[in-house]
């Protein structure tokens, strides 16, 4: 498991196949339940007073500001920013990503040099790198898109390598004994066996990116959906930082989904 | 020998039976989908004595073992131990299961204390009555150590003693020596046959090997082919003290071959069965 | 092939992978001291290790060490106290784990650190926001992991606890617990990494604690050298951290 990894789909590895449609509606039901449940005790909670002034706002209050939001230009300016730092630390830290794997998984001696640095260096509290990065490349976007892209450097190119090492053994030599040229090896023979490693290391990196971007507007920046939670925080407009953070959580796990049905993995 | 007479020399010689399989039944499914796995099965085993079931793959044996030993609720008929009708696993049955059943974050003799600890044996107590079986397995100084640095055939005997320290009335045993490899599977038969010697240890063996049944057993039960029925059951007169030196005696191949001859005709049912499934292909 | 070669076969790569490490810096000082990079904004790397130094003594490196830590083991121990009986929830009741295991795992995914704002509303500039934080961040790890080990226990070693008429909780202490703990510690292992990261972010994000509020405060006095040597100074006790974690993990493996 790769040091920063994700869990594999324990529902998958969990006979869930076997559910049938009976099983299916009471599973359903459940959650709707727990859903619901839950719901009731919020809002329940939110009118009791018990807790300091806003910090359980009104369902309804959230819902409102979620509009707000929603509808507001501001947001989609901020989300415009936030958006444009991700794709490019992605972009960068990928293409790095994917060359430094390859690399570090097609030769093994290289590969026992240096890959040790970028297995343990990944599992670390990189946003503390911030600082410097504002050092090198100033306050504005250019220093999130610089964390962003170390970030998820690290995940891409250990998925690469790994991806690179697990190619079967056997197509290469296959692949050799027909004399393929370097070139028709690269193309015919790796592109097609590292497409899901590849693939499902850039899904990864895209949630670390986010969350890098994200947190790293937190703490210092005049732009982005990070800057504007914070704006909101100190406005102390509770509902619409539950609000923000809603919206947030639900871009992120429908970029997830997406980019795990184009690329072929899954979560 | 026929089930019928078997019972007369039972009522003859004036003892009870220990364990009595009454016209066991059990069904998986319901409908057209369902699977008869035992269609009504009776035989008894004597205090002291070592009985084997034995059947082709796919008889029912392990279903019998599971029934037995409790693990199975749902049945028709009875299992009685002691003339009580069993009502889950019995405390007075011993169960040693064919796969790979140590502990394996436990070393040796933690292993087989195990019963003893959840009876709540002091300390000392179990320490010496685990050596004891240890001992009697054939594994005296591997007390320390983990099952990982064990054979096979080294953790089946763990196993074996793990379910002897409680002192079981009755010895359950569903083919623990299937992963065994041949020689391994005759020396341990060798050492179970002396245990129950030693230890008049009324024994019940499921197995599908021929040889082993009969260098082991007083008596045989012959299962017959899914569904599975008694087909017979053959007293084993080979004399006692025994070792496996008995295998390359005349009445044991005699033995062999008789049995085989019943058992032959079940397995065929059986190969044909996997056959017709195999070309069948799709799901049925 | 005779030993020592073997291991010196093997030496090489390590060699070759720190020598470049060093060798890095060892330019970098150079091309700083002739002036082709920038040194107000890349400090010269003895003068970084000069400031380790006076970091250590100056800083109250300890205090700083004891305050993470503090945060740190308090999370750990919350993630397993909560975690482990979750997940053994989820594995006792098919139709709890076949509802809610979804949401479990998409909360491993989530990116739920950025809720920090709302527990410093809740709690203030605060250790205990630090530690809710990153109690909830290392939670969904462990909880996947324990209901994954538990259901993947082999049946024979649950049928020999039946067969002796095990209760359910010796059912669970002694059998289902020791069998599935090489599967949960792995979860633990992952659950700890994202706690330490998220302690000493949230610590660096709020300008609080212990190591993150070193380097923050490093950082805003424009102390350059002190901020790369505190920055590595905390990498290096992560990385430590991480491989103690891994060495357990191996350690409990063979428990096969």
Redesign the interface.
């Known amino acids: 498991?790769a040091?920063?990894?994700?869990?594999k789909?324990?529902?998958a590895?969990?006979g869930?196949a076997r559910?049938g449609r009976s099983?299916m509606r009471?599973?359903?039901m459940?959650?709707a339940g727990?859903f619901f449940g839950m719901a009731i005790c919020w809002e329940a909670l939110s009118r009791s007073g018990l807790l300091f002034r806003d910090?359980v706002p009104s369902l309804f209050s959230i819902w409102a500001s979620i509009w707000k939001l929603v509808s507001s230009p501001v947001f989609y300016a901020n989300l415009q920013v936030t958006a444009w730092e991700i794709f490019a630390s992605l972009a960068i830290g990928s293409g790095l990503g994917i060359a430094v794997g390859i690399i570090l998984g097609a030769n093994r001696?290289?590969?026992?040099?240096?890959e040790?640095?970028v297995y343990?260096?990944a599992?670390?509290?990189?946003?503390?790198?911030?600082?410097?990065m504002?050092?090198?490349f100033g306050v504005g976007v250019a220093s999130k898109i610089a964390l962003g892209a170390l970030s998820c450097f690290f995940t891409v190119a250990l998925s690469t390598a790994g991806g690179m090492r697990e190619v079967d053994k056997v197509l290469i030599r296959v692949g050799r004994s027909f004399r393929a040229t370097p070139w028709q090896m690269a193309t015919k023979i790796y592109l097609p066996a590292m497409r899901a490693p590849v693939l499902n290391g850039i899904r990864l990196g895209f949630?670390t990116a986010?969350?890098t971007c994200?947190?790293a507007e937190?703490?210092l920046s005049n732009q982005g959906l990070?800057y504007m939670?914070?704006q909101?925080?100190a406005r102390?407009d509770?509902p619409s930082?539950?609000g923000l953070?809603i919206i947030?959580?639900i871009i992120?796990?429908v970029g997830?989904l997406i980019l795990g049905k184009v690329t072929g993995t899954s979560? | 020998m026929t089930l019928a007479t078997s019972a007369a020399v039972d009522a003859a010689s004036g003892k009870q039976p220990q364990l009595v399989i009454d016209n066991v039944f059990k069904q998986f499914g319901e409908g057209p989908g369902s699977v008869v796995a035992i269609d009504h099965m009776s035989f008894n085993v004597m205090p002291g004595e070592f009985v084997s079931v034995i059947g082709p793959s796919g008889c029912g044996k392990s279903t019998l073992f599971n029934i037995i030993g409790g693990l199975l609720d749902e049945y028709s008929g009875d299992v009685l131990i002691e003339r009580e009708r069993i009502a889950g696993p019995h405390k007075a049955v011993g169960m040693v299961f064919q796969e790979e059943s140590t502990f394996p974050w436990r070393n040796v003799i933690d292993n087989v204390a195990f019963p003893l600890e959840l009876l709540g044996v002091n300390k000392s107590e179990r320490l010496d009555r685990a050596h004891h079986f240890i001992d009697l397995v054939g594994l005296k100084g591997f007390e320390k150590l983990m099952p990982s640095a064990l054979s096979g055939g080294m953790r089946q005997r763990v196993s074996i003693a793990r379910t002897l320290v409680s002192k079981p009335q009755i010895l359950l045993m569903d083919e623990p020596f299937a992963a065994l490899d041949e020689q391994t599977r005759l020396l341990l038969g060798d050492k179970i046959t002396q245990i129950q010697q030693d230890l008049n240890q009324t024994t019940l063996l499921i197995t599908h090997n021929l040889t082993e049944a009969v260098q082991l057993s007083d008596r045989i039960v012959v299962m017959t082919y899914r569904p599975g029925k008694v087909k017979r059951i053959v007293d084993i007169k080979l004399p006692r003290p025994r070792t496996s030196d008995v295998v390359s005696s005349d009445a044991f191949g005699h033995y062999v071959a008789e049995i085989w001859a019943d058992l032959r005709e079940e397995a065929t049912r059986g190969m044909a069965d996997s056959e017709s499934a195999q070309r069948g292909g799709s799901r049925g | 092939m005779a030993s020592p070669s073997l291991a010196q076969h093997r030496a090489i790569p390590i060699i070759l992978g720190a020598s470049t490490v060093i060798g890095v810096f060892v330019v970098l000082e150079v091309l700083l001291r002739i002036g082709v990079v920038n040194k107000y904004v890349v400090p010269l790397p003895s003068q970084v290790l000069l400031a380790l130094e006076r970091i250590i003594v100056e800083e109250n490196i300890f205090g700083r060490m004891r305050e993470t830590a503090y945060e740190m083991v308090v999370s750990c121990v919350m993630v397993i106290i909560l975690g482990v009986p979750i997940g053994s929830l989820l594995y006792r009741w098919r139709s709890l784990r076949q509802a809610v295991l979804d949401w479990v795992a998409a909360m491993a995914a989530a990116p739920l650190v950025l809720a920090f704002p709302l527990f410093l509303v809740m709690f203030g500039r605060s250790p205990t926001t630090v530690i809710v934080m990153s109690v909830i961040t290392g939670l969904a790890p462990i909880i996947i992991k324990t209901t994954e080990g538990l259901l993947g226990v082999r049946p024979v070693l649950i049928n020999v606890g039946r067969s002796l008429k095990l209760t359910d909780w010796q059912m669970f202490h002694m059998i289902l617990l020791p069998a599935a703990l090489p599967t949960i510690f792995s979860g633990i292992r992952l659950s700890w990494t994202f706690v330490l990261i998220s302690v000493v972010g949230i610590e660096f994000l709020i300008n609080l604690g212990g190591l993150g509020q070193l380097i923050n405060d490093l950082s805003e006095r424009y102390d350059l050298p002190g901020t790369y040597g505190a920055i590595g100074f905390v990498i290096l006790v992560s990385v430590a951290f991480f491989m103690i974690l891994e060495r357990v993990e191996t350690w409990l493996r063979p428990a096969k």
């Open positions: 498991m040091a920063t990894g994700q869990v789909n324990p529902t590895t969990m869930w559910t099983s009471s599973t359903n459940i959650r727990i910090v001696f290289l590969g026992a040099a240096y040790p640095y343990y260096l599992p670390t509290p990189r946003i503390i790198f911030f600082p410097v504002i050092m090198w949630g986010t969350v994200l947190l937190t703490k990070g939670i914070m909101i925080y102390f509770m930082l539950y953070l947030v959580f992120a796990g997830n979560a």
